[in-house]
């Protein structure tokens, strides 16, 4: 049975990281002794080892210890073997294509798609979609494929931003480059603000916590879609 | 003579379009009669006729006449005869991916470190640095390659902006994707303010505009540097 969070960002301003998702995470991991950590987004360019102490602190009052994929000497049989996943924010492109590199995009979906608990925050949480093709993120190295796990039949953009009304800035809004995306695209964008987060159990996806959420599809005005909402495309 | 103009933004807000650069295209296009303009990056997902329409009005006061790269039957000849370039703003993934899709990049590259004049706003602006990592934009196509021209010895980060102090939100600050650019590239960065561009004149690579440019290099603090600074890495 599928097992997933997916949400918008890994804090929200001002409180400590995970901590708006903690009461929710212990239940979510229930069961879990050790879960392994995905490190490879890097925020701020962060080593994997510093990611993962930050990690391990953070799940240590829920009494699961956590270990870095990058620890391992075979990470494919770490992966088959894990209790349960956290791939944390920091860049896509860096995360996908490490992924790729090492071959284990397709071992990941398999085990979470065989019932491993798997929980991802912002760029974590963009590979649980179709493809990374609506990250945020600046393409600071070339993945070899945009694909990521297609775990949801549709694309998370994480820490979706409503257009500023006071703004003199001509840069694009988000709202803009998700209509840019479906001039090429057929693909459902969901746009999860901070707060917010896609909740995967067996068959039934539903957005949850604290905002709406954006949905944008091709060729249809854009809508909103308060947390507690089935996402059926 | 290289001659080139790199513009941050085509508009400031609540201006005409190109209308702040409009005393600097004069002299720039001096002596052409007609320019070809280089529509694929789209802005919006607008058709390449279209955007070239808009174009076309903007560049009437100027007497040049515009017609669209997308029109030719043979747009290698059109580039190779071209008197001068323009590339517009919009998706740089997009713009990158026809370029070299249609074998144009460095076809175009070229022709302007041969001496003609290329214009370049935003999108168009990026292809002048040494590859697209330092885009803003959504990757909404996947391009062969993210090398782009290098008619400068860096990189452009267009419509640069500064973080927003009063901001709750946790998405990344472009400062902090630039220093990530950095952990794995070392080329230098300049974000370009929107008023701002950068003009090269044969060998000499100065930034002009309203504003001051932000300097990122790999290992050391970024740094302003006024209008009308020579830039030398």
């Known amino acids: 049975m599928k097992n997933i969070l997916l949400a918008s960002t890994s804090s929200m301003f001002g409180e400590a990281y995970l901590a708006y998702l903690m009461p929710e995470l212990k ?3 229930e069961g879990c002794t ?3 950590f995905i490190p490879f987004a890097r925020p701020g360019g962060i080593s994997h080892d510093e990611y993962t102490e930050k990690v391990k602190a953070a799940f240590h009052p829920l009494n ?3 270990r870095g994929l990058h620890t391992f000497t075979d990470p494919t049989e770490a992966i088959q073997q894990a209790e349960g996943f956290f791939t944390g924010g920091g ?4 995360l996908v ?3 790729h590199q090492l071959n284990l995009m397709e071992e990941l979906k398999g085990a979470v798609e065989g019932g491993t608990p798997y929980l991802g925050t912002s760029a974590g949480s963009n590979i649980g979609g179709i493809n990374m ?4 993120d600046m393409p600071i190295v070339y993945p070899p494929d945009f694909t990521t796990m297609g775990l949801i039949p549709f694309n998370i953009n994480a820490h979706y931003l409503d257009p500023d009304p006071n703004s003199t800035h001509n840069g694009e809004t988000r709202e ?4 840019e995306f479906h001039v090429f695209n057929d693909i459902p964008v969901v746009g999860l603000r901070e707060g917010s987060w896609i909740r995967v159990k067996a068959e039934e996806v539903t957005t949850e916590g604290s905002r709406s959420s954006r949905i944008f599809l091709a060729d249809t005005e854009p809508y ?10």
């Open 224 to 233: 909103e879609l308060e947390p507690g909402s089935v996402l059926r495309f």
């Open 97 to 99: 294509q490490q992924l």
């Open 176 to 179: 803009t480059r998700i209509k």
């Open 27 to 29: 239940s979510f991991f």
């Open 133 to 136: 093709k609506n990250t945020n």
């Open 34 to 36: 050790e879960i392994v």
């Open 64 to 66: 699961i210890k956590v």
């Open 91 to 94: 860049n896509t492109f860096l």
